[in-house]
């Protein structure tokens, strides 16, 4: 089963605004990395985080994470229309070593 | 160029046939995954190998087979068992699978396969 839920399914926003886009899972985790997916493309990987941090950033990129919820937010700032892709988070967890869990993704669309 | 390569970037299978997917790694990596990715669909975990000359079955493993002979080579074959195989297949790779905290995965481009 999937151990990580993405909301929302699809997101369109204009040039300039915030993306914000969530993840929920379902045990306990090493760490939860976000990636991004151009259509028809492999995936490319963005920010890792720790399961003992709480925020991370990179670049335009925020990501928060909560245990005590099992969730995790991504938060694109000052988007472009380049930033239009599919965005999925990954859980990597107890003895899996190396084997990450996706979600189902965000498709966020970014309007010139 | 350090990467991953896949190849074909297409495919077309005819029922019944077996066909195997190319993937290849220079980045010295030990680890290297396979993935399906159906439309509209997050990735689903094949086969994955931690090391050379061993692999585990992932989530989907029934009607796939995969071999690790060389460090930087993981071919996929799809047999004739697997029923529905019209999908996106993505190998990736890591430095260690893990054992060093690092789990970030590199990805391929990505082999389109379509059963005709």
């Known amino acids: 089963s999937q151990q990580g839920e993405e909301d929302p399914q699809a997101l369109s926003i204009q040039e300039g605004e915030n993306a914000t886009m969530n993840c929920s899972y379902k045990?306990?985790?090493?760490?939860l990395q976000w990636y991004r997916q151009n259509s028809g493309r492999g995936l490319v990987h963005l920010i890792l985080?720790?399961?003992?941090?709480r925020e991370k950033h990179s670049g335009r990129l925020r990501v928060t994470l909560d245990t005590s919820k099992k969730s995790s937010s991504l938060l694109i700032t000052a988007s472009r229309a380049a930033d239009t892709a599919s965005y999925f988070c990954?859980?990597?967890?107890?003895?899996?070593?190396?084997?990450?869990?996706f979600g189902q993704g965000t498709i966020l669309t970014v309007h010139p | 160029d350090g990467g991953i390569t896949q190849s074909p970037k297409y495919l077309f299978r005819k029922e019944g046939q077996n066909v195997t997917l190319s993937c290849e790694q220079n980045?010295?990596?030990?680890?290297m995954y396979w993935y399906r990715q159906d439309p509209g669909q997050g990735l689903r975990l094949i086969y994955y190998?931690?090391?050379?000359?061993?692999?585990q079955k992932g989530d989907i493993a029934e009607g796939y087979s995969v071999s690790r002979e060389k460090k930087e080579s993981f071919p996929l074959t799809v047999t004739s068992a697997q029923k529905n195989p019209t999908a996106f297949y993505l190998c990736?790779?890591?430095?260690?699978?893990?054992?060093?905290?690092?789990?970030?995965?590199?990805f391929g481009p990505g082999t389109r396969l379509t059963v005709l």
């Open positions: 990954a859980t990597a967890g107890g003895t899996s070593y190396g084997k990450l869990t």
């Open positions: 045990t306990s985790i090493n760490n």
């Open positions: 985080i720790r399961s003992n941090e």
């Open positions: 980045l010295n990596h030990d680890a």
């Open positions: 190998s931690q090391i050379v000359n061993d692999f």
């Open positions: 990736a790779s890591s430095i260690d699978g893990g054992t060093s905290g690092s789990d970030t995965q590199y």
